[in-house]
């Protein structure tokens, strides 16, 4: 598996539930990052938690690290349409600047 | 404050021609990186680059492809000799330092290149 590959590729859900997304890493990393990608859009960034970091809030937005595990979750919380997107994890690893990012997940949310 | 600007937003190239893809870092940011996604892929990273200077190209191809960011204007990335499988999404994304626990990289809208 790559450096930074989430699970699961797919999401289907309704209006108001949450949403979970994992990645996985293989080596000690930096930081972690999520984006959001619109279908044939830029990234958006949504949110870095640092390797000493355990959890971050942002909006309806929940991260988690665990380091030991090496993995890290999202939470959306009651979700909306407008989530709807490809969320990526990447990583930053040793003394490079460069992200790995995972495959994604893509998370379709209906009315 | 602008964001990260790139263009043009889509190419059409031909077998054999050359592609330009220009990229403006946002304000106060002097690192730029480029990315690139092939369909239902995530990024893939090809090089850093800080104003003049080229830090990391490991993941460039080691022909056709070069990257430049000098002291005036955008950064650019130039595919020589273009193929069909180089159409793909490029993206470039500037950060404003290079310390490894904090580099928030901010991504432009992406040039989508395709090979005719």
């Known amino acids: 598996s790559q450096q930074g590959e989430e699970d699961p590729q797919a999401l289907s859900i309704q209006e108001g539930e949450n949403a979970t997304m994992n990645c996985s890493y293989k080596?000690?990393?930096?930081?972690l990052q999520w984006y959001r990608q619109n279908s044939g859009r830029g990234l958006v960034h949504l949110i870095l938690?640092?390797?000493?970091?355990r959890e971050k809030h942002s909006g309806r937005l929940r991260v988690t690290l665990d380091t030991s595990k090496k993995s890290s979750s999202l939470l959306i919380t009651a979700s909306r349409a407008a989530d709807t997107a490809s969320y990526f994890c990447a990583t930053s690893t040793g003394t490079a600047s460069k992200l790995t990012f995972g495959t994604g997940t893509r998370l379709q949310v209906t009315l | 404050n602008a964001g990260v600007m790139q263009n043009p937003r889509h190419l059409v190239r031909r077998r054999g021609q050359e592609a330009r893809l220009r990229c403006s870092p946002m304000?106060?940011?002097?690192?730029v990186y480029w990315y690139r996604q092939l369909p239902e892929e995530g990024l893939k990273f090809m090089v850093y680059l800080q104003k003049e200077n080229i830090i990391d190209e490991s993941g460039m191809p080691k022909e056709r492809f070069s990257a430049e960011f000098p002291k005036e204007g955008p950064s650019i990335l130039r595919i020589q000799q273009v193929v069909r499988g180089d159409s793909a999404a490029y993206f470039c994304a500037s950060s404003p330092r290079r310390a490894p626990g904090d580099n928030e990289q901010f991504f432009g809208p992406g040039t989508r290149l395709t090979v005719l």
């Open positions: 304000k106060g940011h002097s690192h």
């Open positions: 938690i640092r390797s000493n970091e």
């Open positions: 080596t000690s990393i930096n930081n």
